[in-house]
T-cell receptor
């Protein structure tokens, strides 16, 4: 149980376009989802926390207008990278939590975004 | 904010031998959880082992065990009988009373045949 599916696993987009990444909890309701960015050989950097039905909370330094997060249901959160630039190329990972009491993070497979 | 420190960017171990990865953390909370996650080349994060701070007994999962020293805020991972499939990035993580996980900078483990 507790499977998180992230889609797509890889995406290449042109500079200036937008790309949407989906994070779905397949067999549980995720009240909270987290979006991370990971640079090569580095740790996971938390970008934002999204709670179902409310606005996402962004970490300091993360542009809200560039990285749009929507958590419309208890099983789906989306991250849209708007007006993508080559510097947005990175590995993005989502994780889902069943609640504040949850003692484990369930991760998606990650999305490698390349902006050309 | 809580901090998690992994002081070994890279480690290597001979196949079948034992290796220990270090992790220290800083917190003022008394109730929390500690984790070791493995990230193989596929980049999928995999939970290796979890420790509840209120438990004195060190967690063990087959070849993986931890040495949890609460007073010293230390949480090391021991991998016994290392296998080629253990090669990966290993991240130490902390979760307190909130929802957020805090990750260390990772240790890249190489297993030498």
């Amino acid at each position: 149980g507790a499977v998180v599916s992230q889609h797509p696993s890889r995406v290449i987009c042109k500079s200036g376009t937008s790309v949407k990444i989906e994070c779905r909890s397949l067999d549980f309701q995720a009240t909270t989802m987290f979006w991370y960015r990971q640079f090569p050989k580095q740790s996971l950097m938390l970008m934002a926390t999204s709670n179902e039905g409310s606005k996402a909370t962004y970490e300091q330094g993360v542009e809200k207008d560039k990285f749009l997060i929507n958590h419309a249901s208890l099983t789906l959160s989306t991250l849209t990278v708007t007006s993508a630039h080559p510097e947005d190329s990175s590995f993005y990972i989502c994780s889902a939590s069943r609640g504040q009491w949850d003692t484990e993070a369930f991760f998606g497979q990650g999305t490698r975004l390349t902006v050309v | 904010a809580q901090t998690v420190t992994q002081s070994q960017p890279e480690m290597s171990v001979q196949e079948a031998e034992t290796v220990t990865l270090s992790c220290t953390y800083d917190t003022s909370e008394s109730d929390y959880y500690l984790f070791w996650y493995k990230q193989p080349p596929s980049r999928q994060m995999i939970l290796v082992i979890r420790q509840e701070a209120y438990k004195q007994q060190n967690a063990t999962e087959n070849r993986f065990s931890v040495n949890f020293q609460k007073a010293a805020k230390s949480f090391s991972l021991k991998i016994s009988d290392s296998q080629l499939g253990d090669a990966a990035m290993y991240f130490c993580a902390y979760k307190g009373t909130g929802n957020q996980f805090y990750f260390g900078t990772g240790t890249s483990l190489t297993v030498i045949p």
